[in-house]
Structure formats: C-alpha cells, structure tokens
C-alpha cells in the first residue's frame, strides 16, 4: 500500500521522470490542469490508493461554478496572497471590496457593466471564494463529482474482464538508469508482465480518444516507463462517465514514444507554398538533449 511519504519521496527524488522530460523539450503544459484532468487525478486516488484520498482532497457539497469564475478567484488569491496588499486571506469576499474595485480592472468580467460587476462577481464567487480560502494544499471536489467517481469505481471493480487488475501494485514509485541518466517512473497498475495506465477521459467514444491519445503523446510515457519496468506489455485503461474499455500498446506506439516522428506538412503564405517538418519527439530526444548530443531519428520510423 503506497503512502503519502513515498509518493512525497519520489516526487523529490532528483531523478527525471516523463514530465520533466517533456518539459525540457518544450513540450510539457504551459496551462492550468483542467476540470478533466482534476477529475483524472480523483479517480486515480479513489479506485487505487482510497487510504490517500481525504489527505489530498477535500469533498464541497456546492456547485462548482463557471471555469471563469474559480479562474477569477484562484488571480484574486494569488494577488492578496502575495502579501503586496498588507492583508489576509479571509473566507468573506465582502472584505476585499475595495482590493476588488482595483483588481476588477485587469479582468475582462462583464467589462461592459463598471458599475455592477463588482457586485455580480462576489455574488457568483463567494461560495467557491469560501472552501478555497479553506482547502489548504487540497484539491477541491464537489459532492456530484465524487458520486460520479464512486458509480465509475463500482463499474470497474465489478468488471470481470477487469479482475486480473486489482491483484497488482497500485501508485508504485520505480527507479531506474537510462542513457547514464537517473530516471523515475510513478505507474498507476503495476501486474507481472504488463503495466497499465489509468487516463480517464470526456471523449463519447474510442475513436474520439486516439485522436487525443496521438495530440498528447500517451505514447511517450508509456514507451519511458516499458523500459523503466521492463515489461513485455502495457496497456490503457481508458476511462469515461459512461464507458471504459482496456487497450493495448502497439509495438509502433512504443517506437514513437521512444525515437518520435516526423512530418511534413504543407503552409502557405501569400501565394507562396512551403513544405515544413514537423517533429513529435520521443522521450531519447530528452534524453540525449540532456547528455548534449544530437538526436538521430531511428531507422525504424523512416519507413513511416
């Protein structure tokens, strides 16, 4: 059973992992995690490491507001949190008023409304303004969030095709060396022989995931973490409201997720047409830009 302190451990373990990687290559999130991705994460904890859940979550029996509005109040907290105002954070908006009045003015909100916007704002924020000045380094889930969760756990635990699953290692941190390089790995479903990973996702069907699945380059982390654990498979655990279903990794997926790929695409300018290439990298370009060497495409992929 993997504990917050082992999960805490390797997150500060000064050895690379698949993020990292991505991030160094330009490719990792420059944008906020998402509703999607939160409910992602809460799934993780829920179904494999339940023990953890009330240490990194905090459940709200509210609504949770318009993505515009927890975006306002996570600025607004960070501003009065800074500590350039001189004041504290308190759970009622009301008496920041006049910090509102200043701050309003670099928000687009209702920017056609001077004279009542501040008001609507506190109105609509002041519920989701109360649990967040309360969260302390949690992340915040409704009550309707986590009764979905639940219905998707009780789905998948009482899968049959799925039982072969719950008998593995759930959260694992693993260490390995790749390229002289440190790297490290935290898999979702660690079983003899095979990994798999848990991506919960809001796309209707299969289709729509793979699509999703290429943009964001799922196959970089698997490839990684196939070498890390030295598995002959890995597997997705796809994962929606509504459905979910177990797919595997090909052998292509993981050679694009270890060497990348190119393609040229056309642009145009003006009158003028230009072919251009366009690189997806795969986690040794990371590697070797680390180590400060030039990336070889493998021979593999140049007969895609």
Not at 23 to 46: E, Q, R
Not at 167 to 181: A, L, S, V
Not at 185 to 212: A, H, Q, S
Not at 276 to 294: A, Q, S
Request: aromatic residues 12%; glycine residues 6%.
């Amino acid at each position: 059973m993997t504990s917050l302190q082992e999960i805490q451990d390797y997150r500060d373990h000064p050895n690379i992992s698949q993020s990292e990687l991505k991030a160094i290559l330009g490719k990792g999130s420059l944008t906020k995690p998402s509703l999607s991705m939160l409910l992602g994460n809460y799934l993780d904890v829920h179904l494999l490491t339940p023990h953890l859940q009330d240490e990194l979550f905090i459940v709200w029996n509210g609504v949770r507001p318009t993505q515009t509005i927890v975006d306002m109040c996570d600025s607004l907290y960070n501003w009065i949190d800074s500590g350039l105002l001189l004041v504290d954070v308190k759970p009622d908006l009301n008496v920041y008023r006049d910090e509102i009045e200043q701050w309003i003015e670099t928000q687009s909100y209702y920017s056609n409304r001077p004279n009542t916007r501040v008001n609507k704002f506190i109105e609509e924020a002041k519920d989701w303004w109360d649990i967040l000045t309360r969260k302390g380094d949690k992340q915040i889930i409704t009550g309707i969030e986590q009764t979905i969760t639940e219905l998707i756990t009780l789905r998948l635990l009482n899968d049959y095709e799925l039982e072969w699953l719950w008998k593995g290692e759930f959260q694992k941190p693993f260490y390995w060396t790749e390229e002289e390089i440190g790297c490290k790995g935290l898999g979702d479903i660690l079983t003899p022989n095979c990994y798999v990973d848990l991506k919960f996702t809001t796309c209707r069907n299969l289709d729509e995931w793979w699509k999703i699945c290429a943009n964001l380059n799922y196959p970089f982390q698997m490839a990684f973490y196939k070498s890390g654990l030295k598995v002959d498979k890995c597997k997705w655990l796809v994962v929606n409201n509504d459905w979910h279903q177990l797919v595997d990794v090909t052998e292509i997926q993981f050679q694009i997720g270890k060497w990348g790929y190119s393609k040229t695409q056309k642009i145009k300018v003006g009158k003028v047409e230009f072919e251009v290439e366009k690189k997806t990298p795969g986690y040794m370009d990371g590697l070797e830009m680390i180590k400060g060497k030039n990336v070889n495409n493998d021979p593999y992929l140049n007969a895609i």
